[in-house]
């Protein structure tokens, strides 16, 4: 791709060109063993820091040894990490209950996620394909493992399960159920696809892939998560339709919708007819006390952007809670405000409005590709909904999905268009 620039300089000539050649392939067999797990572990959130973490700083040498290339396009993901680093340890410093080593400790790890973002862009934009499938691979397979063992655990299936259940709901190797269930999402939304687009066999697995997701994120009884699926397999199911299908695959997605949907409430009334499963479920569904009220979910809110309004260089991480209330707004757009300051706020606001400008102008671009980017914007634009009533700015899959976005835009700027009857890319 020609707006690339190799990390590793200009090749050598000779023997010394060889071996350097040599160095880098094997490098980069590494690399991609590397991405992979490190995707994978992303599943595995029950202490900080996680191995997501510790993975990615092996990562980033290998990429450098690779000499992996860097996108010109990518650089406003590099310019926003940059610019935000400044106001954010500034707002550490402004803390008056948390000790500054937490408050840093909490800014560096936005900004090591804000990284991620950055690498992932870039590595996906050299070779979008391969590499798409390997990072959806390794992520599908530790979300299918995540669902079904937090779907066995909360039924009580699971000798030991306990530990991946919480508050009655299912959490699998995650601190919180709320951050599960939305995990399960993005292989969920490319397994959709291919169900809808897909023949045969391929179909049928991923029919089976999306039921286990499916469970797996009802069973996190995160209201939000339900909202999520739903409106992004919406989203994947309209874009599909009207982007990406002639029209024999326009009929053939009315009708696997309607097979869909079936199977999704049979799914749903078994389940109901537990009933630990349908109490719990009549009780998530209605009005919950906490977001109502002062002190409620929505009231702190309120509270929340006033104090950040009278605080420009914010008042630091984990400073909220000792306040007037012991609970987080639950809102990032508030929260980014008086943990980070105007400033990073605002650089964390452009990521956002970017992110979603990128992907959707690549969506009304039509190149091999395009059918990559459906699935990843019909999850992000709802984790950027999601986010107004949770706080999501440290969640790391919110960050991988971005930097895909920023990569795969990459690859179809770069990309010839095609008509829509070509091959269809299905990841």
């Given at each position: 791709?020609?707006?690339?620039?190799?990390?590793?300089?200009?090749?050598?000539?000779?023997?010394?060109?060889?071996?350097?050649?040599?160095?880098?392939?094997?490098?980069?067999?590494?690399?991609?063993?590397?991405?992979?797990?490190?995707?994978?572990?992303?599943?595995?959130?029950?202490?900080?820091?996680?191995?997501?973490e510790?993975?990615?700083?092996?990562?980033?040498?290998?990429?450098?040894?690779?000499?992996?290339?860097?996108?010109?396009?990518?650089?406003?993901?590099?310019?926003?990490?940059?610019?935000?680093?400044?106001?954010?340890?500034?707002?550490?410093?402004?803390v008056?209950?948390?000790?500054?080593?937490?408050?840093?400790?909490?800014?560096?790890?936005?900004?090591?996620?804000?990284?991620?973002?950055?690498?992932?862009?870039?590595y996906?934009?050299?070779?979008?394909?391969?590499?798409?499938?390997?990072?959806?691979?390794?992520?599908?397979?530790?979300?299918?493992?995540?669902?079904?063992?937090?779907?066995?655990?909360?039924?009580?299936?699971?000798?030991?399960?306990?530990?991946?259940?919480?508050?009655?709901?299912?959490?699998?190797?995650?601190?919180?159920?709320?951050?599960?269930?939305?995990?399960?999402?993005?292989?969920?939304?490319?397994?959709?696809?291919?169900?809808?687009?897909?023949?045969?066999?391929?179909?049928?697995?991923?029919?089976?892939?999306?039921?286990?997701?499916f469970?797996?994120?009802?069973?996190?009884?995160?209201?939000?998560?339900?909202?999520?699926?739903?409106?992004?397999?919406?989203?994947?199911?309209?874009?599909?339709?009207?982007?990406?299908?002639?029209?024999?695959?326009?009929?053939?997605?009315?009708?696997?919708?309607?097979?869909?949907?079936?199977?999704?409430?049979?799914?749903?009334?078994?389940?109901?007819?537990i009933?630990?499963?349908?109490?719990?479920?009549?009780?998530?569904?209605?009005?919950?006390?906490?977001?109502?009220?002062?002190?409620?979910?929505?009231?702190?809110?309120?509270?929340?952007?006033?104090?950040?309004?009278?605080?420009?260089?914010?008042?630091?991480?984990?400073?909220?809670?000792?306040?007037?209330?012991?609970?987080?707004?639950?809102?990032?757009?508030?929260?980014?405000?008086?943990?980070?300051?105007?400033?990073?706020?605002?650089?964390?606001?452009?990521?956002?409005?970017?992110?979603?400008?990128?992907g959707?102008k690549?969506?009304?671009?039509?190149?091999?590709?395009?059918?990559?980017?459906?699935?990843?914007?019909?999850?992000?634009?709802?984790?950027?909904?999601?986010?107004?009533?949770?706080?999501?700015?440290?969640w790391?899959?919110?960050?991988?999905?971005?930097?895909?976005?920023?990569?795969?835009?990459?690859?179809?700027?770069?990309?010839?268009?095609?008509?829509?009857?070509?091959?269809?890319?299905?990841?």
């Open positions: 791709m020609t707006d690339a620039a190799g990390i590793g300089g200009k090749s050598l000539a000779g023997s010394d060109g060889l071996g350097l050649a040599v160095i880098r392939a094997r490098a980069m067999r590494l690399l991609d063993f590397m991405v992979g797990l490190w995707v994978f572990s992303g599943g595995m959130v029950f202490v900080e820091p996680a191995p997501y510790l993975i990615f700083l092996g990562v980033l040498p290998i990429a450098f040894l690779a000499g992996m290339g860097i996108y010109r396009s990518t650089f406003g993901l590099l310019a926003l990490m940059i610019g935000f680093i400044p106001f954010a340890l500034i707002a550490c410093f402004q008056k209950f948390t000790a500054i080593s937490d408050a840093l400790i909490f800014s560096i790890v936005t900004v090591f996620l804000m990284l991620t973002s950055y690498f992932v862009a870039n996906v934009a050299e070779a979008t394909e391969r590499r798409m499938r390997l990072v959806m691979n390794a992520y599908t397979a530790i979300a299918v493992i995540s669902a079904i063992v937090g779907t066995l655990a909360y039924l009580h299936l699971l000798p030991g399960g306990d530990v991946f259940v919480i508050y009655g709901r299912a959490r699998a190797a995650f601190n919180d159920p709320n951050v599960f269930g939305p995990f399960l999402i993005l292989p969920a939304m490319f397994a959709l696809q291919r169900i809808l687009l897909g023949r045969g066999k391929v179909q049928i697995v991923a029919g089976l892939i999306y039921m286990a997701l469970v797996g994120v009802f069973v996190s009884f995160s209201r939000a998560a339900w909202g999520h699926f739903a409106l992004s397999s919406a989203i994947v199911l309209v874009l599909c339709f009207w982007l990406e299908s002639n029209a024999r695959d326009k009929v053939r997605i009315m009708i696997m919708s309607l097979l869909g949907a079936g199977m999704l409430l049979g799914a749903v009334a078994g389940l109901l007819s009933p630990s499963v349908a109490n719990l479920f009549e009780l998530r569904a209605a009005s919950q006390n906490y977001d109502t009220g002062d002190t409620g979910r929505f009231g702190r809110q309120g509270f929340a952007f006033e104090l950040a309004l009278d605080n420009p260089l914010g008042i630091g991480p984990h400073e909220f809670r000792n306040l007037r209330v012991i609970e987080e707004p639950h809102n990032v757009y508030v929260s980014v405000l008086h943990v980070y300051g105007w400033g990073g706020g605002a650089m964390y606001y452009l990521l956002v409005i970017l992110t979603l400008w990128r959707t690549a969506l009304f671009k039509p190149t091999r590709y395009r059918l990559i980017m459906i699935p990843l914007m019909a999850t992000f634009t709802m984790l950027v909904g999601e986010s107004a009533i949770i706080d999501s700015d440290h790391r899959h919110y960050f991988l999905i971005a930097g895909l976005i920023w990569g795969v835009a990459s690859a179809i700027n770069m990309a010839p268009r095609v008509p829509n009857s070509a091959p269809k890319l299905l990841i």
